[in-house]
Structure formats: C-alpha cells, structure tokens
C-alpha cells in the first residue's frame, strides 16, 4: 500500500482501500515508527458530512487523542479532527488573501469554522479588525481558543451562530468579505451583499468542473442584480482540485 495518509500536525490520518486485505493496526504501528512526529494513527471511516462539515475517524494506534495542535503561516490552531473542519490544503489560499487585505480594513470571514482564515488574516496584514463568523458551536469554542494561543484578542471578535440571522440583524457594512463556503446548494451571496457596501470586495468560493467557470460567475451576477447592487468581476482562479476534473474555484469581485 502506498502512502495512503495526510498528516494533521502531530496526528496522521489513514484512508484505507475499499479491498484493503492487511493489518489496519500493523500498517498504523509501522507509520508510527517510520515518523517520530506523528503521535496518534486515526483511519477515516467517512466523508466530511453536512454544513457542520464534521468527518468521522477510527482510533488505530498510537496516543489516543483526536485533538490536533497544528501550524501554519506563523499561526497556531487547535481542534478536534471529528467536531470541526480544517483543510490544511488552504494553507496558501489563506496566506494569499492575506496578502490581499490593505491597511485598516474591517474583514467578515463566513464559515470561519476554527478561524485559520480569521487568524491568518489578522496576523498577515494591516486589517483593523477580522470578524470571524460560524455555526458550529464546538468550532467556535476552538476558534475561541486559537485567537488566544495567537495573541488577536484585539484584533479578531467572533460572531457565532447562522449567518442568515446575522444578515438580518446586523447593520454593520465591512470592507472585506471571504466566502471559504462548505458544497452547500445555498451560494450565501444574498447574505455577503446584504452585508456590504460601495467598495467591498467579496473573496468567493464554489466547486465546479472546469468548463463551468462561466456559470458561477453567471450565478452571483444573478444573485447581484436579485440585491440591487452592481459588481465588477475582479479575477477567478482555480484554487485547488477537490476530485478528477472537479475544482474549488475563487471569484473576486467588487461592489461598485
């Protein structure tokens, strides 16, 4: 068997063939002997599931933990691999947005999950405060956490909970809105356009093949004309192959 497993930080995660005849304990021990930093061997037993977008894991060897300690961009996180979701394959995507961000700049980052795009963002730029947005109420307890190890109390506020009703609620426009959207039907685009103002650019992501670029970009025009608010299309670009021909791509574009 190849190397069939990614790394989190100190625990590695095996994803076994459907026809795997081996020892899944023997296979976990030799990783663990082979890799001094790897502590705890977890096998994915299924994929990441609905808007909480949590995975399920099996316990194989090693520490039994299903906590992670991980680093990234000059950032810390914590969190566990089953309550919450991290993608480490959008560790440049992060620090590419960062980049992105100019000085003063109040940030809203939807699906914020345990704040890497949050976290990364304040610590990389100028931005004056990050907004932190997500449902899950375990993942903001992490979020909560990770703001503390990377020392952004001033500069990262949380807002939990859904946010359609944050939509409603809220009178605040912000600068900046990143959109690492889960595949979920809803584009969430009613919401970012409602939350912003002359200016704002929007960092949105979405998952299509590649031939369906043009159409995404079609769904936020629609969306934004549905809000009453012109935009201009800034740039696209693929950031990442999620399964053969399938991409998540990100669309910028400004309120004009």
């Known amino acids: 068997m190849q190397r069939a497993f990614s790394v989190l930080g100190n625990i590695a ?3 076994f063939p459907d026809k795997y005849k081996g020892s899944k304990k023997r296979f976990a021990e030799r990783i663990l002997k082979e890799n001094k930093a790897i502590k705890t061997i977890l096998e994915k037993s299924g994929k990441f599931a609905g808007r909480l977008r949590k995975m399920k894991t099996k316990y194989l060897a090693g520490e039994k933990t299903k906590e992670v300690l991980y680093k990234e961009n000059s950032c810390v996180f914590r969190f566990n691999i089953d309550e919450t979701y991290f993608s480490p394959r959008l560790s440049n995507e992060r620090k590419e947005i960062a980049s992105k961000i100019k000085r003063n700049k109040e940030v809203l980052v939807m699906f914020a999950g345990v704040a890497p795009f949050s976290i990364v963002i ?5 931005a004056k405060k990050v907004y932190s947005n997500e449902i899950n109420r375990k993942a903001n307890k992490y979020a909560e956490l990770n703001i503390g190890l990377n020392k952004l109390k001033d500069k990262v506020e949380l807002i939990s909970g859904d946010i359609k009703r944050v939509a409603l609620k809220t009178k605040k426009k912000f600068d900046i809105i990143v959109m690492p959207r889960p595949q979920l039907k809803d584009t969430f685009l009613k919401e970012a356009f409602k939350l912003s103002k002359k200016g704002t650019i929007v960092y949105y992501y979405d998952f299509c093949k590649s031939d369906e670029i043009e ?16 935009i201009k299309i800034l740039s696209k670009k693929k950031a990442g192959e999620i399964a053969p021909y399938k991409f998540r791509i990100r669309v910028d574009f400004k309120i004009i």
């Open 13 to 15: 995660i095996v994803n």
């Open 122 to 126: 304040a610590k990389n730029s100028k």
């Open 215 to 230: 159409s995404v970009i079609k769904k936020i025009k629609d969306e934004a004309k549905k809000s009453k608010k012109k």
